[in-house]
């Protein structure tokens, strides 16, 4: 798949996947300002892995329309992934620390769970550093991107299929 497709279609399912933070919220029996902070926090991680695939499509659709397209291109859009990815990971890290114990399994989610996506997201910004440094590639840049995505439906069904708990 060329570049300019590929990145093309991940902005429009980053679009869709925003939209259906507008049917967790519709589907949950409470105000989001009464959901817990598990919750809360899960609704924050739907909106961001779809709002910096987006972003990164939409970075990396403008410096494709720069011609000539250098070899470079994927260095600096990796880098500037890097920009946003590393404290991304370092708020969901510090966040989940700040759960207190047995909070995210009353939620319905696990430690075990939510540190495996924090391994995921952490090599995923290890990968842009090497692309960065080494590869210059499209494939490490546009990983990122889907692997975002993922996490964004991830969230998403977990939003929907979790029974919301009162006071998590």
């Known amino acids: 798949m060329d570049p300019n497709a590929a990145l093309s279609t ?26 817990g902070r598990v919750e809360k926090f899960w609704l924050r991680l739907l909106l961001v892995n779809s709002i910096l695939p987006l972003t990164f499509s939409m970075v990396g659709l403008l410096f494709l329309a720069i011609r000539p397209v250098s070899p ?6 990796s880098g500037f992934a890097a920009l946003f990815l590393f ?41 842009q550093l090497y692309n960065v440094t080494t590869l210059a590639a499209f494939w490490p840049y ?3 991107i889907v692997s975002m995505l993922l996490g964004a439906m991830y969230q998403f069904v977990r939003l ?4 919301q708990q009162p006071g998590t």
């Open 10 to 35: 991940s902005a429009q399912i980053a679009v869709a996947i925003a939209g259906f933070a507008a049917v967790v919220v519709a589907v949950r029996n409470e105000s989001v300002h009464n959901w």
């Open 72 to 77: 470079a291109t994927w260095r600096w859009c």
């Open 87 to 127: 404290p991304y990971a370092t708020m969901i890290f510090i966040n989940l620390l700040r759960f207190a114990s047995g909070q995210l399994k009353a939620a319905g989610g696990g430690r075990f769970t939510s540190s495996a996506l924090f391994a995921l997201l952490t090599a995923v910004c290890l990968l």
């Open 142 to 144: 546009f990983g990122a």
């Open 160 to 163: 929907i299929l979790i029974p």
